[in-house]
């Protein structure tokens, strides 16, 4: 594959100069052989595709960022799952698996009383406890 060393080049050099972006050599049989790239927002992601696409003339498809699950198997093995091509089958749900567990942030806001409705627009309205 002649795009492999290139990217390979473009992603190494731009490692050096942004330590805050994580690699990992990744292989799915929906988009083949790839490299999973860490970033810290969506703005860094994009900084990082313009900086490949004009210092190393590199055109990389960008896939949305993914969410990993833990699955606690009823043996009381926890694996965690980073795609959809890991998830469990229906019939090893039903079986096997005793909880599926997703991350969750529990936060706590401190405002001023006048940008309590702003802050709880931002939350996404959930309930307070």
């Known amino acids: 594959m002649a795009w492999r060393p290139r990217f390979s ?21 929906t988009l083949g052989a790839g490299l999973r790239l860490g970033f810290l927002g969506l ?6 595709r313009q900086r490949l696409r004009d210092e190393f003339g590199a055109e990389v ?7 990993p ?16 091509d890991d998830w469990p089958d229906a019939a090893q749900l039903s079986r096997e698996v005793s909880d599926i567990l997703e991350p969750v942030v529990d936060i706590e ?3 001023p ?4 409705g702003a802050c709880l627009g931002l939350c996404g309205n959930q309930p307070v406890s």
């Open 43 to 48: 703005l860094h992601m994009d900084v990082f």
């Open 61 to 67: 498809l960008f896939t949305s960022p993914t969410v």
């Open 69 to 84: 699950y833990k699955v606690r198997w009823k043996d009381g093995n926890v694996t965690t799952l980073e795609a959809l």
């Open 113 to 116: 009383r006048e940008h309590v």
């Open 9 to 29: 080049s473009g992603g190494d050099t731009s490692r050096q100069f942004d330590l805050c972006t994580g690699r990992e050599a990744k292989a799915r049989p």
């Open 109 to 111: 806001v401190v405002t």
